[in-house]
């Protein structure tokens, strides 16, 4: 039990921008705890969606479903629009000759990185505002999960040029893949997607870390938007 709040807090506090504190015992000193940690990864999701939209049904209009789009963001981190710019201006700088890996780890973004991210942040905030003003609820809970689960396997199926995701790769229990994929069973195409975009991404970059991740489960919550509105 233990284990089990010392993983649900580092999943909130490691995973999320919500407010919670973390005690001495919450280290990463088990393999337990980091497994507790990643298999509520999907949950933490699921946290986060569901106060973006407890915000916009408290209060229905387009303002709001704006104000919630970008609190869902907020409540995300916005670390993983960052991993975007990070990805981008490294493939820029394969494309010209430079090493990728040390542009990915340099502090500086580059006007390129800038652009693709505030194009990410765009399709998201405006995604999740057209669903919600179409009433969507069960789709922004259902992307903000899927794309985590996602993200889940892509963990398992890929090897990492980073010790921290190789520890928490290390610690991945395979029986929450088959939990977490049963539950979003209806949605699993998705995980496939997850998968293609992180292949594809490592591919043009030689390597895979934690910035890749970001990039998949940003791309993959728009691939999701954009899939749900054609089929509206």
Same mark, same amino acid.
């Given at each position: 039990m233990r284990d089990f709040i010392s993983g649900l807090k580092m999943s909130f506090g490691y995973?999320?921008?919500?407010?919670?504190?973390?005690?001495?015992? *919450?280290?990463? *000193?088990?393999?337990?705890?980091?497994s507790w940690m990643l298999?509520?990864?999907?949950?933490?999701g699921l946290v986060i969606a569901f106060i973006s939209v407890g915000?916009?049904?408290?209060?229905?209009? =387009?303002?709001?479903?704006?104000?919630?789009a970008i609190l869902y963001l907020m409540l995300s981190g916005f670390l993983h629009l960052e991993a975007v710019i990070d990805v981008i201006d490294a493939i820029y700088a394969k494309l010209s000759g430079k090493d990728a890996y040390a542009i990915i780890k340099e502090p500086t973004v580059g006007a390129i990185g800038v652009i693709w991210g505030g194009s990410f942040l765009i399709l998201e905030v405006g995604g999740i505002v057209f669903l919600l003003l179409h009433q969507r609820y069960s789709d922004?809970?259902?992307?903000?999960?899927?794309s985590r689960v996602g993200l889940l396997y892509v963990l398992y199926f890929f090897e990492f040029k980073s010790t921290f995701v190789s520890i928490l790769k290390e610690?991945?229990? &395979?029986? =929450?893949?088959?939990? =977490?994929?049963?539950?979003? &069973?209806?949605?699993?195409?998705?995980?496939? &997607?997850?998968?293609?975009?992180?292949?594809?991404?490592?591919?043009?970059?030689?390597?895979?870390?934690? *910035?890749?991740?970001?990039?998949?489960?940003?791309?993959?919550? /728009?691939?999701?938007?954009? /899939?749900?509105?054609?089929?509206?």
């Open positions: 995973f999320s921008a919500l407010f919670v504190k973390l005690g001495e015992d *919450d280290r990463f *000193d088990k393999t337990q705890k980091l298999g509520l990864l999907p949950f933490v915000l916009y049904y408290l209060i229905s209009n =387009w303002y709001f479903a704006l104000l919630s922004v809970l259902m992307m903000s999960v899927v610690s991945l229990d &395979i029986r =929450w893949l088959i939990f =977490w994929g049963v539950v979003v &069973i209806l949605k699993c195409y998705m995980i496939a &997607i997850a998968l293609f975009v992180a292949y594809v991404v490592g591919r043009m970059l030689g390597f895979r870390n934690g *910035d890749v991740l970001g990039f998949t489960l940003e791309a993959t919550q /728009i691939c999701f938007i954009a /899939i749900t509105a054609i089929t509206l």
